[in-house]
């Protein structure tokens, strides 16, 4: 893999883009993400159907610049998918093995792909249509946040960000996600912004689940689209100093 990408990561001018995300149709669910703002770090969302059943679907947070990350974040999406795609494949596998060893995958790949380290907090998850469940791996990343008739439930970190540590591994647990329910990761730019004075790292996630508990939107898109929104009106920045990206994962049925 190192020989396959290692000139195209290091060359400042090579021009290399992600392979745009085109959500899944998902039975009795659904899924989406927004960005705002201009690309400018190294946020990165993906989903994929990876078996009749699954649904692979991650957001990601390369620290750096883009045009230093670009070549990383498309290497990277290129071990999401045909990882993705082989280890979720079988009917009869064990999810949290497999979702471990994906993270694993993408640890070392980082790694390798990397002139420099490139700290990589993400969260990773696979929605099974018939369970209606979830498995999931925290590398760091800010915590989902699962909101459900009796409140919002804090799905934190399960291990260390990806690229830092070669031999590194992250839990994946399964949570169940019951009709109405809806999963909401944001990233760490909507956490942060407008925090740079505040010492308690947890003050901006404390807005986003508010935001997030008075939500009446109908859909993934709009709720992604009200959360980035609130936070804009509440903690403006102009430049902005990181991307803004949340995603959704709605159960309708």
């Known amino acids: 893999m190192r020989s396959l990408f290692r000139s195209r990561v290091d060359e400042p001018s090579a021009v290399i883009e992600l392979v745009p995300t085109t959500f899944p149709k998902i039975t009795g669910a659904e899924i989406a993400a927004v960005f705002t703002g ?16 699954r649904v692979l679907f991650g957001l990601l947070d390369v ?49 390798e792909l990397s002139a420099a380290v490139h700290p990589c907090p993400a969260f990773l998850g696979c929605y099974h249509e018939e369970f209606g469940t979830l498995c999931y791996t925290n590398a760091g990343h800010t915590p989902g946040l699962l909101r459900h008739p009796t409140g919002i ?15 590194a591994t992250c839990d ?7 009709k109405g329910a809806v999963l909401l990761l944001v990233s760490r730019g909507v956490v942060e912004c407008g925090n740079s004075d505040n010492s308690d790292d947890d ?4 807005d986003v689940k508010r935001f997030f508990q008075n939500s009446t939107s109908a859909t993934a898109q709009s709720l992604c689209a009200t959360i980035l929104g609130s936070v804009e009106k509440a903690r403006p920045e102009d430049p902005p ?12 049925a």
Do not use: W
């Open 153 to 167: 439930a804090e799905l934190p970190s399960t291990g260390l960000p990806f690229g830092l540590f070669s031999h």
């Open 203 to 206: 003050f901006c996630l404390q």
């Open 241 to 252: 100093r990181d991307d803004r990206t949340a995603l959704a994962l709605l159960r309708t």
């Open 38 to 53: 201009k690309r400018i770090a190294g946020d990165f969302y993906d989903a994929v159907r990876v078996s009749p059943q």
């Open 63 to 111: 620290a750096g610049r883009r045009e230093e990350t670009r070549g990383i974040l498309r290497a990277a999406q290129e071990i999401f998918r045909n990882s993705g795609a082989e280890l979720f494949a079988g009917t009869d596998i064990n999810e949290s093995d497999a979702m471990t060893e994906l993270g694993v995958r993408l640890n070392r790949g980082l790694l």
């Open 172 to 178: 994946a647990p399964t949570v169940g996600i019951e």
